[in-house]
């Protein structure tokens, strides 16, 4: 590979780009001859400096061709002009190949997170794990240091006998709730048949 190509080429859209540029150059070079030899009084001589300066612009123009990239293509190539080949688009080509760039660095980030993600969910769910656990051993050892606190001859025989009874009765109404909750269900979905019913 040249070491040439390694070097950024001027790029144009079109060759109708590169024509205005080049017509914009040359009026520029011909104002600034016209301004310097005002300047200098001698306005009369510029016919004798027009063949140089045009053959300084058509030398300028041909060393620029082969640096010059028109619509993706380079100059350097010969430019055949298919008519079953549609123009390359150069803007549409980096847009594509920014769109790419795009999508590989997405693709990492999801990649990077796929892989650090169900760690952190695994140690958040271990950390509360753990604090539940240890809140529960305080409650388990505060319950117990205060049920050591009391002694069978503190306790009224009135307490005892309704802490007995309110523990069979929330047997009674656990076993109650699922009754009444299988009722409820039945019930709406009778409900729902009845009034899918025409009369």
């Known amino acids: 590979m040249d070491a040439r190509e390694d070097l950024p080429k001027i790029s144009v859209e079109t060759e109708q780009d590169w024509r205005r540029l080049q017509r914009n150059i040359s009026t520029a070079f011909l104002d600034r001859l016209d301004l310097e030899l005002e300047s200098q009084g001698v306005s009369q ?7 140089h300066i045009n053959q300084f612009l058509d030398t ?18 010969p430019y055949d002009d298919d008519e079953g080949m549609e123009p390359f688009d150069e803007a549409l080509d980096r847009h594509i190949w920014s769109l790419s760039d795009q999508r590989l660095k997405w693709d990492r980030e999801i990649g990077g997170r796929r892989r650090t993600r169900p760690t952190e969910v695994e140690a958040m769910i271990q950390g509360v794990y753990t604090q539940h656990r240890d809140v529960d051993m305080n409650i388990d050892a505060d319950q117990e240091s205060y049920l050591s606190d009391l002694d069978g001859s503190q306790l009224d ?20 709730i699922s009754m009444q909750y299988e009722r409820a269900n039945r019930f709406s979905a009778v409900a729902t048949e009845v009034k899918a019913l025409k009369p």
């Open 60 to 77: 300028l123009f041909a060393i620029t061709r082969p640096n010059l990239r028109i619509n993706g293509r380079t100059t350097e190539e």
């Open 157 to 176: 025989p009135a307490i005892e006998e309704t802490f007995v009874n309110a523990i069979t009765m929330s047997a009674q109404l656990s076993q109650s």
């Open 45 to 51: 001589d510029r016919e004798s400096f027009l063949p």
